[in-house]
């Protein structure tokens, strides 16, 4: 293992164990607020996905343009500092449904720079022949990091309050930030002169090397309405449903670490399986995250829908691991930002539109409706 690949392993573990705190105390911190409604967990939510949409090609167009390990460095640093500002107004009692969407906007933003730009970075500093055991030992490490953050996030919050959650999560970005600059020197700034690509050139170029590929337009085509119920679920259903009927945010981080464990044991099965037609097992295997959903809906029984919530978690990284080393290992590794640009745009383009509804749904029809609801249209996209 190189030491590069050892020091980006180790910040990933770090800033995916505040990826476990942050969506804990971000919505149990929003449904904490006087007043505040599923609904308003629906808009801040939305405010903090919707920018990461609309901006995630042009941050591709950056991560192909400059070392990728800057990119990501300096937008884990930044956004340090705004989810560290999330935590002191909840700490201190200043936090509105408005300042909290605003900074959520901000971090968006930030990630729609991370995402392209830590995509590529793998291959720019792992060979091609061990990119798959790679993604799986950093697909490891990441949720096994989440997990423990999941379980930390739900005795925080009620402990002491989402606020100091929220403060730690922005820690653990700064010290990942800090680690992963380090490793800048990896990639190049593409050089700019009068003949070089415009912005737009680099998205048209993008755009191209993306809609060739048909097996990929198809993937994402399908996920984009995967990804929309499973990020409402995930982000507002799924912690109402826990502060109205499971019993508020403990419950809630037990599911959510059975989730993340399932998903160190998908990873564990990828690492193992190399199926003939692997996209296809993929996608089928999604059929457990329908389970995880429709088992909230129809039982308050936290330790069957933690056994649920496992099998989604095996469901939901044996494909992305698949698909991570599918698109790593067939698209020209210049590209690489730009088209995983475009997978993350068309994924998660529907999923803001899930999200501003998913509230209101939920407060018209009840959240175990709307999860049952939800599962029923998982499964028809499946077919």
Do not use: C
Not at 226 to 234: D, K, L, R, Y
Not at 364 to 377: D, W
Request: glycine share 10%; no cysteine; hydrophobic share 55%.
């Amino acid at each position: 293992m190189r030491p590069a690949f050892k020091t980006l392993l180790i910040a990933r573990i770090i800033s995916n164990f505040g990826n476990g705190l942050g969506p804990i105390a971000l919505a149990f911190g929003v449904l904490g607020l006087e007043g505040a409604t599923a609904s308003s967990l629906s808009i801040v939510m939305a405010a903090q996905l919707g920018p990461m949409v609309l901006f995630m090609l042009f941050g591709g167009v950056l991560a192909d343009r400059f070392p990728r390990a800057l990119v990501v460095g300096v937008s884990d640093v930044l956004l340090s500092a705004f989810v560290i500002a999330n935590g002191v107004m909840l700490i201190n009692g200043t936090a509105t449904v408005f300042s909290l969407a605003v900074i959520a906007f901000i971090s968006g933003s930030l990630n729609a720079l991370w995402w392209p730009a830590f995509a590529g970075l793998i291959p720019e500093i792992v060979d091609e022949d061990d990119l798959q055991s790679a993604n799986s030992v950093v697909a490891l490490g990441a949720n096994g990091a989440n997990i423990t953050g999941t379980v930390a996030g739900g005795i925080i919050v009620a402990g002491i309050g989402a606020g100091w959650a929220m403060v730690a999560d922005g820690i653990s970005f700064l010290i990942a930030g800090l680690l992963v600059f380090t490793l800048r020197k990896y990639g190049k700034t593409r050089a700019q002169t009068e003949h070089s690509p415009s912005v737009y050139d680099d998205l048209a170029h993008g755009w191209k090397e993306f809609s060739s590929r048909s097996w990929v337009v198809a993937v994402v085509a399908g996920y984009s309405i995967i990804a929309m119920i499973f990020e409402s679920v995930f982000a507002v259903v799924g912690p109402v449903h826990a502060e109205q009927e499971l019993g508020g945010p403990k419950p809630w981080s037990w599911i959510l670490a059975a989730l993340s464990a399932g998903m160190i044991a998908g990873v564990l099965v990828s690492l193992k399986v190399r199926p003939k037609h692997p996209l296809l097992i993929g996608l089928t295997a999604q059929l457990g995250v329908v389970a995880w959903i429709v088992t909230m809906g129809v039982t308050n029984w936290i330790p069957l829908i933690m056994i649920s919530a496992f099998f989604a978690g095996i469901a939901l990284d044996f494909f992305m691991v698949l698909w991570q080393t599918a698109m790593q290992s067939n698209i020209p590794r210049e590209s690489l930002s730009r088209v995983s640009s475009y997978d993350a745009f068309g994924s998660l383009a529907l999923a803001p539109i899930g999200l501003i509804v998913a509230g209101p749904l939920t407060e018209k029809f009840g959240s175990s409706t709307t999860l049952i609801a939800m599962g029923v249209i998982f499964v028809a996209v499946l077919a």
